[in-house]
T-cell receptor, first 114, second 111 residues
Framework: GAVVSQHPSRVICKSGTSVKIECRSL??????MFWYRQFPKQSLMLMAT?????????EQGVEKDKFLINHASLTLSTLTVASAHPEDSSFYIC??????????FGPGTRLTVT | SQKIEQNSEALNIQEGKTATLTCNYT??????LQWYRQDPGRGPVFLLL?????KEKRKERLKVTFDTTLKQSLFHITASQPADSATYLC??????????FGPGTRLSVLP
């Protein structure tokens, strides 16, 4: 299957700093990527759909000024958590697919804000 | 309101038995449904997709059924092994390759 990578796998930052997470499709091109957040013992919650060359589409309740998404190329989408606070601590996962209806997930990024 | 439920938060079964996990949904009309496996601290791994016009799909020891009348999907693992222990998530399509995930069932296969 297709391979999606994320970097970094873990990040610890101080409250008020911004954190950038990268999502790459390694062996295919993805015009669309998805960003999810997962809190402990909970399921994945879709945050936004990242579209190459255009603005991301955010789910209801997700602040677009706080979670900045840039999909600058067909293999890279970035999520920047602006001015992170402890409540933003979570597991962030991206997904992409090279075929309709098949999504491949990255390994996730564990963000801890102190 | 829209809801996705998976039969239980945790399920323990004996090695060699068949594990059956349930996904029920309300107020969705998915064209297809997927099942994923997620290990702790990792992203989900795609297992199977089943479309609304398919009753059953198989892949090795895995079998998925989809009943759009009952609004339910069943996920079976036959001849279960301890290595099958993980959290299993169902996901419903809601248009534009957009999915909504169930809460997951944590399966433990005991040796």
């Amino acid at each position: 299957g297709a391979v999606v990578s994320q970097h970094p796998s873990r990040v610890i930052c101080k409250s008020g700093t911004s954190v950038k997470i990268e999502c790459r499709s390694l062996d295919f091109q993805a015009t669309t990527m998805f960003w999810y957040r997962q809190f402990p013992k909970q399921s994945l919650m879709l945050m936004a759909t990242s579209n190459e060359g255009s603005k991301a589409t955010y789910e209801q309740g997700v602040e677009k000024d706080k979670f900045l998404i840039n999909h600058a190329s067909l293999t890279l989408s970035t999520l920047t958590v602006a001015s992170a606070h402890p409540e933003d601590s979570s597991f962030y996962i991206c997904s992409a697919g090279d075929r309709p209806y098949e999504q491949y997930f990255g390994p996730g990024t564990r963000l801890t804000v102190t | 309101s829209q809801k996705i439920e998976q039969n239980s938060e945790a399920l323990n079964i004996q090695e060699g038995k068949t594990a059956t996990l349930t996904c029920n949904y309300t107020n969705y009309s998915p064209a297809y449904l997927q099942w994923y496996r997620q290990d702790p601290g990792r992203g989900p791994v795609f297992l199977l997709l089943i479309r609304e016009n398919e009753k059953e799909k198989r892949k090795e020891r895995l079998k998925v059924t989809f009943d759009t009348t009952l609004k339910q999907s069943l996920f079976h693992i036959t001849a279960s092994q301890p290595a099958d222990s993980a959290t299993y998530l169902c996901a419903l399509e809601r248009g534009g390759q957009n999915f909504v995930f169930g809460p997951g069932t944590r399966l433990s296969v005991l040796p």
